[in-house]
C-alpha cells in the first residue's frame, strides 16, 4: 500500500527490557513524525525529523527514549529499559514536506510493558 | 493544562441523527485547525482543514466551523450512520519556525447506535 507502515502492531514486553519499533513513511515524504497516544489523553509529540536536518528530540520523555531515521526513510523508536507507564500508541506519521502539511499516520504499534 | 479541549468526551447517538462535537483551544499564533477522525486500532485520518479566515469546511456529512475571535471550532455529524463510530481529535497548529508541532485535543468518542 501507499500508506504510512508500522511495526509491530501490538508488543508485549517486561518491564526493563528493550524495544524497537518501526516506521516506513509514505514514499517521498521528507518530514517523519512519532507521537505517544495514552489512553484518555491527546496525542503528545515525541520527535520530528525533516530531511537532512537535525531532528527535533524536544518531546522524548527521558533518555530511554530515542529514534534514527536511516536514508531519510525508515525510522526506529528506541525504549531502553522500559517502564509499566511507558505502554501506550505509538503512532509514527509523515507529511510531505513538513511546515503546516497534512500528516498521515500509520495505524501505530500499541505496547504493553508488563 | 491542554491548550486544546474538546467536548464531551464522548457520546452515543442513533443512527440518522446529527451531533456537534465542541473544540476550544488557547493556542496562538494560529495557523490552521484541522479534524481528525481515528477508527478503533488505526491511525487518525483528516477530515477538514480551515485556515485564520476560513468559517466553515465541509467534508461528505462532516462539517467543520471556526470562530477565530472565540476560539472555538465545531464538528457537525449529519444523518450519521454506523461507521461514523470512532474518536474525533481537534489539532490546533501554531504559527512559525515550529509550526509543525501541533497540539491535540483528547477527543471525542462518538457511538454510533442501531
Known amino acids: 500500500g501507499a500508506g504510512v507502515s508500522q511495526s509491530p502492531s501490538n508488543k508485549v514486553t517486561e518491564k526493563g527490557k528493550d524495544v524497537e519499533l518501526r516506521c516506513d513513511p509514505i514514499s517521498g515524504h521528507t518530514a517523519l513524525y512519532w507521537y505517544r497516544q495514552s489512553l484518555g489523553q491527546g496525542l503528545e509529540f515525541l520527535i520530528y525529523f525533516q530531511g537532512n536536518s537535525a531532528p527535533d528530540k524536544s518531546g522524548l520523555p527521558s533518555d530511554r527514549f530515542s529514534a534514527e531515521r536511516t536514508g531519510g526513510s525508515v525510522s526506529t523508536l528506541t525504549i531502553q529499559r522500559t517502564q509499566q507507564e511507558d505502554s501506550a500508541v505509538y503512532l509514527c506519521?509523515?507529511?510531505?514536506?513538513?511546515?503546516?502539511?497534512?500528516?498521515?499516520f500509520g495505524p501505530g504499534t500499541r505496547l504493553t510493558v508488563l | 493544562k491542554n491548550q486544546v479541549e474538546q467536548s464531551p468526551q464522548s457520546l452515543i447517538i442513533l443512527e440518522g441523527k446529527n451531533c456537534t462535537l465542541q473544540c476550544n483551544y488557547t493556542v496562538s499564533p494560529f495557523s490552521n485547525l484541522r479534524w481528525y477522525k481515528q477508527d478503533t486500532g488505526r491511525g487518525p485520518v483528516s477530515l477538514t482543514i480551515?485556515?485564520?479566515?476560513?468559517n466553515t469546511k465541509s467534508n461528505g456529512r462532516y462539517t467543520a466551523t471556526l470562530d477565530a475571535d472565540t476560539k472555538q471550532s465545531s464538528l457537525h455529524i449529519t444523518a450519521s450512520q454506523l461507521s461514523d463510530s470512532a474518536s474525533y481529535i481537534c489539532?490546533?497548529?501554531?504559527?512559525?519556525?515550529?509550526?509543525?508541532?501541533?497540539?491535540f485535543g483528547a477527543g471525542t468518542t462518538v457511538t454510533v447506535r442501531a
Open positions: 506519521a509523515s507529511s510531505l514536506a513538513g511546515r503546516s502539511d497534512e500528516q498521515f
Open positions: 480551515m485556515t485564520f479566515s476560513e
Open positions: 489539532v490546533v497548529s501554531v504559527v512559525g519556525s515550529n509550526d509543525y508541532k501541533l497540539s
